[in-house]
């Protein structure tokens, strides 16, 4: 119960914080991913859930592209 309401509250928070990143100067695309992944990890971890996240890591040789895997980051 506590954790659905704490939850929320991060939503709302988040909700808050990102048309500041999307505005800030000096923020940038990944900045807001980040925002957005830690959001739902933080709510993941309130909740009692597991939260995976994984990005495309490319694997290149001297600017020749060898090929690509996933990296986990949560």
Do not use: Y
Request: glycine share 6%; net charge positive.
């Amino acid at each position: 119960m506590q954790g659905t309401r704490l939850a929320e509250r991060l939503i709302s928070l988040a909700g808050v914080i990102a048309p500041a990143v999307r505005n800030a100067p000096l923020a940038s695309e990944e900045h807001q991913r980040d925002l957005m992944t830690g959001t739902k990890a933080m709510r993941a971890a309130l909740l009692l859930r597991r939260f995976s996240s994984w990005t495309t890591e490319v694997l290149h040789d001297e600017g020749t592209v060898l090929g690509v895997q996933p990296k986990v980051l949560f």
